[in-house]
């Protein structure tokens, strides 16, 4: 029994263009962050480009979440409320975008770096990004859920990083999270078989020391228990008979973000 959805063509249709709203914002962070800018200068950057563009930002009272966009710096692993912290040179801070146009729901993000990182920052980032792109590898109809954990888990831990647990990818739709749950960490040929038309995020968190993580006082911000650093990009798909369609890509480079060669990739080498 599964309630996971198969997107038709026209909604597929809508969702890329949420998720090309969220892609685009995301982009124009990259070209404004810097040292010296506090996480709510990136609240409100993100919240008025959402909204230029005809969009709303999803996270905005979502549950009670209080601002428009999740930054989540250093050793926080996720959903890091925006308020007064400045960013500082060396610094690493995910940048989590959603946004709803015409009711669907665009979810995308990406770990920027502040100035120049240390060889512990700039390798939990390469990390995080490159396993997120070879869980997206493992997508296609007829393969299974737990071939995008194990991808993702074989090489983080192999980098000698650690996979978080307690937060998972999401199916997406007219809703911000709905079925699947998908799990960064798992066995090949295990869990439920993808489908073409499946529509759902990866969004691995990498961290640098163990997987454990703590939630703070203000219930949203979650740290790495051993205080260690975090990274994380997150994509949002739809599962296609020969791979699939990443709805989140990007028309271009990612500011502040892919500076270097990656040290992963086989285009690179
Ligand atoms: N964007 C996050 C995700 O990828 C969810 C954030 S929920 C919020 O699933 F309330 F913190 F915004
Ligand atoms: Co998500
Ligand atoms: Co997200």
Redesign the pocket.
Known sequence: MSNVTIKTLKEVEALRVASQMAAETLLCVGEMIRAGLTTDDLNTFVHEDTLKRGGIP??LN??G?PKSV?TSVNEVV??GIPGSRVLEPGDIVNV?V?TIYNGFFG?T?ATFYIGTPSPEARHVTEVSRRSLELGIAQVREGARLGDIGAAIQEFAEGEGCSVVRAFVG?GIGRK??EPPQVSHVGKRNDGMRLKAGMCF?I?PMINIGGPDVEVLADK?TAITADRSLSAQF?HALVVTRSGCEVLTRRTRRLAHSELFPSPFSLAAS
């Open positions: 999803a996270p979502y549950h979440f999740c996720c959903h989590d959603t979810d993000s999401h911000f999270h995020t969004e949203w997150e």
